[in-house]
């Protein structure tokens, strides 16, 4: 939590996209249940903006932000937009210790990692599940980049180094065998969305009568790669009626086994280029937009058409970002 503190959060394009569908997840599983009675904790970073967004999107106003560094809760304290946000100056372990959950009204916890210590990260979670119940939703986002396990002296073993450290942190959430290929940048997401899932079944093991049904996972990156997960803890006889209710399996971006994180990558565009694209959505595809526009928006004609196909997909996510004077 304290690394996240000087991190300009709102301004991140890929993040801010992520937390859009996150508000359009919550509100279908809203069609199930009143998500509006939940409880929200998660961690407020400085500016508060996950806090205000969910109570303006979806009406939650019993809210629980977690902030360890004495500094940056004193920023929440000043800039806390919204009254009905309880600000406690505490880690999420220490939270976990003390705070009994309720239960019978229903809780979305939001753990928003910025710190790379995956071991404790997934023992947390873990906890987490062990003390939430029926109907609750959880969230864990995570640093996916392996550059977090290290450097070894001789770099062209950089690889089975990196797959060692990894076994190590995994422990018991790992897979029997970690290897090199689970630590390339591209497996490497997988690879700890599986070790989420294991810390999620983990948690479960306490009680039989409580499944979980995976709703999404994502990975982006905005400096660093990290990858979010997020699930609801259900009894096993009403997934069908779950899932008919919110109609998730209509949603595009649903993901109902969370065996593989969906990328959010899109473009870095001007406004005079994502005005133009967007007078072209939703009916062009990728390639009439490469053909109209003559150029490509990345280094590589391969990059560029991967991250336009990510933007056709969430555009309607895409943050405008303005100069305001005030």
Known sequence: MSQGGSIAYHLRQNKAIERNLFVDLLSRVGRYVNISNYSYIGFGGPFLEDFKHLHS???ISKMISLE???NVYKRQMFNRPI???SLRNESSGDFLNNYEFDNEAGNIVWFDYATTDITSQLTE?????EKLGHGDIFKITVNASPTALGEPQDRSKMLEYRAEVLANRLSS???AEVTADSVATKNYPKTLLAAIMSAVKHGLAGDPSIVLQPLAAFVYSDGQQMLTVTGVLLHRDEIERFLEQSRLPFWSFFNADCLAPKSISVPVLSAKE????????PEAGVEDIQNALDFYTASTE???QEEMSNFVNFYRMFPWYSRVVL
């Open 68 to 70: 360890m560094d004495p």
């Open 302 to 304: 391969r990059v560029a």
């Open 125 to 129: 979670t873990q906890r987490l599940v």
């Open 83 to 85: 009254s009905c946000i």
């Open 57 to 59: 999107a979806l009406r």
């Open 274 to 281: 994502r005005v133009h694209i967007e007078s072209m959505l």
């Open 173 to 175: 959430y790992g897979p």
